[in-house]
């Protein structure tokens, strides 16, 4: 049985830094994609950034250049490095992965994302 479990969220001030954590247990693919979503209330859910397990790297425009994810496949980890954190980055985030997905596939839509964790908030302040 897959299990992710995020960590790191918090409360923030404008302008300051977080770092999330995605740990996946359970999960057997070597090729495939790990995402961080995000989502406010009433709103759907939005893509953050994702990454395949080859290393390709996709960003939302509203956090290019402020934020970067990465993976450690040995640890079957993906981690959320959020810099200059905006009022507007206030949202639950969520860590996702797929099934195998070869990277010369598309980018898998949010509905694609077999595997979900459970939510980890994150809150920035003016």
């Known amino acids: 049985q897959v299990q992710l479990v995020e960590s790191g969220g918090g409360s923030v001030q404008v302008g300051g830094s977080l770092s999330l954590s995605c740990v996946a247990s359970g999960y057997t693919y070597s090729t495939y994609y790990m995402g961080w979503f995000r989502q406010v209330p009433g709103k759907e859910r939005e893509r953050v950034a994702t990454?395949?397990?080859?290393?390709?790297?996709n960003y939302a425009d509203s956090v290019k250049d402020r934020f970067t994810i990465a993976r450690d496949s040995a640890k079957s980890t993906a981690y959320l490095q959020m810099n200059r954190l905006k009022p507007e980055d206030t949202a639950m985030y969520y860590c996702?992965?797929?099934?195998?997905?070869?990277?010369?596939?598309?980018?898998?839509?949010?509905?694609?994302?077999?595997?979900w964790g459970q939510g980890t908030q994150v809150t920035v302040s003016s």
């Open positions: 996702a992965a797929t099934e195998y997905w070869p990277q010369w596939q598309p980018v898998p839509d949010p509905n694609e994302y077999k595997y």
């Open positions: 990454v395949h397990s080859l290393g390709r790297t």
